[in-house]
């Protein structure tokens, strides 16, 4: 089933502005990543929170993670055109060594 | 790019043709994963080898048939697919050491059309 789940499914906004998408999942993790994926290609991993982190940030990218209510928000500030991709947020599996668990993403588009 | 390979990039086959995929790391992992994406829906793990073992397999139709020769490639052997099986088929590898954390690098992908 699925763990985590973004919002908004699709987000425009314009360039220089900040990007905000969130990752809701079900049960308790060790750790959420977030991904990127630009069109047709493969996933890039952009950072990794524990659930003993609260907050990290790489660049332009802060990374917030709220274990009590099951939630993570990527930040992307300062947006530019090639920030313009799909965005996923991915986490382990209680049940399993072996599986993340993936939402169905962020389709973010950065006008000029 | 990522140090993951995959071949071909794109593939249309017939219901009742025979296709393999290909992938290939160069990171010296240990681990490597096939998974489906189909549009709108989250990622669909399909197997996973670690050390050249299949250690997960989510319930797959027969009709997709991994093979693991070593660390460094992955096949997935096709046959009479279903045009459902339209999708991107994506590899990825992981250094294997704690794979529900580990970061993964992913492959371009392998565009698939079943007609």
């Known amino acids: 089933s699925q763990q985590g789940e973004e919002d908004p499914q699709a987000l425009s906004i314009q360039e220089g502005e900040n990007a905000t998408m969130n990752c809701s999942y079900k049960t308790s993790i060790n750790n959420l990543q977030w991904y990127r994926q630009n069109s047709g290609r493969g996933l890039v991993h952009l950072i990794l929170?524990?659930?003993n982190e609260r907050e990290k940030h790489s660049g332009r990218l802060r990374v917030t993670l709220d274990t009590s209510k099951k939630s993570s928000s990527l930040l992307i500030t300062a947006s530019r055109a090639a920030d313009t991709a799909s965005y996923f947020c991915a986490t382990d599996a209680m049940d399993s060594n072996y599986q993340l668990i993936w939402g169905a993403g962020t389709k973010l588009i950065i006008k000029p | 790019e990522t140090g993951v390979t995959q071949t071909p990039r794109h593939l249309v086959m017939g219901m009742t043709n025979k296709k393999s995929l290909k992938c290939e790391q160069h990171l010296g992992h240990n681990a490597m994963y096939w998974y489906k994406q189909s549009a709108k829906k989250p990622l669909e793990l399909m197997f996973v080898y670690s050390l050249e073992e299949r250690v997960e397999n989510n319930s797959v139709p027969s009709r997709f048939s991994p093979e693991c020769p070593n660390s460094s490639h992955l096949f997935l052997h096709l046959h009479t697919l279903q045009p459902e099986d339209s999708a991107l088929y994506l590899c990825?590898?992981?250094?294997?050491?704690?794979?529900?954390?580990?970061?993964?690098?992913f492959g371009p992908g392998t565009r698939l059309t079943v007609l």
């Open positions: 929170i524990r659930s």
């Open positions: 990825a590898s992981s250094q294997g050491t704690s794979l529900s954390t580990d970061t993964q690098y």
